[in-house]
């Protein structure tokens, strides 16, 4: 596994691989209209392209050998979520996601490894994330981390609005 910084070229992989991530996670919790909102304001190319050119946004992408995109992180540089900062450089983990065939074989730990060195990098002193109220895996892999629940927040996937919880960490 190469992991690697993403480029335009990226964006229609990325959008592929966040589409059919999302969907094999989270696609039977909504109703086809919310998730078609939802993935064409979120995880289109087009929402792909103006979050890899903004410089508030720091990608990594996971490729294996073949060259196939395996996964994906995107740290935020400013606090996403300032209601519930404690840190005065407070940074974000706003997507870690892998290829549904790719779970389970390290992908995710080696992305959030990187995460993890460039927040200390770029000298946060805090670190969120938000998760899926309901989704224990995740919130047992962030807590290997470091992360806890600090607070309740709301996700919207169109017009549903999922529970999630804001997990943070001080660095």
């Excluded at 969907?23 to 289109?44: H, P, Q, R, V, W």
């Excluded at 540089?77 to 389970?104: I, N, W």
């Excluded at 992908?107 to 990098?121: E, K, R």
């Amino acid at each position: 596994m190469i992991l690697r910084e993403a480029t335009p070229a990226d964006i229609p992989a990325l959008s592929k691989l966040a589409t059919d991530s999302f969907i094999a996670k989270f696609g039977d919790l909504y109703s086809k209209e919310n998730l078609t909102t939802f993935l064409t304001e979120n995880l289109s190319e087009p929402a792909i392209a103006a979050e890899v050119v903004n410089p508030d946004r720091v990608y990594r992408l996971a490729e294996g050998a073949s060259g196939a995109l395996l996964g994906y992180a995107k740290i935020g540089l400013t606090c996403g979520f300032p209601d519930h900062a404690r840190g005065s450089r407070v940074m974000e983990l706003k997507q870690l996601y892998t290829a549904p065939e790719a779970t389970g074989k390290g992908i995710g730990g080696a992305l959030m490894d990187w995460a993890m060195d460039q927040f200390a990098v770029r000298a946060a002193d805090e670190a969120q994330l938000s998760v899926y109220a309901h989704n224990e895996g995740a919130h047992r892999f962030y807590r290997r981390y470091g992360f806890d629940k600090v607070a309740d927040i709301t996700f919207h996937v169109g017009t549903h609005i999922d529970p999630e919880f804001l997990f943070a960490r001080m660095l």
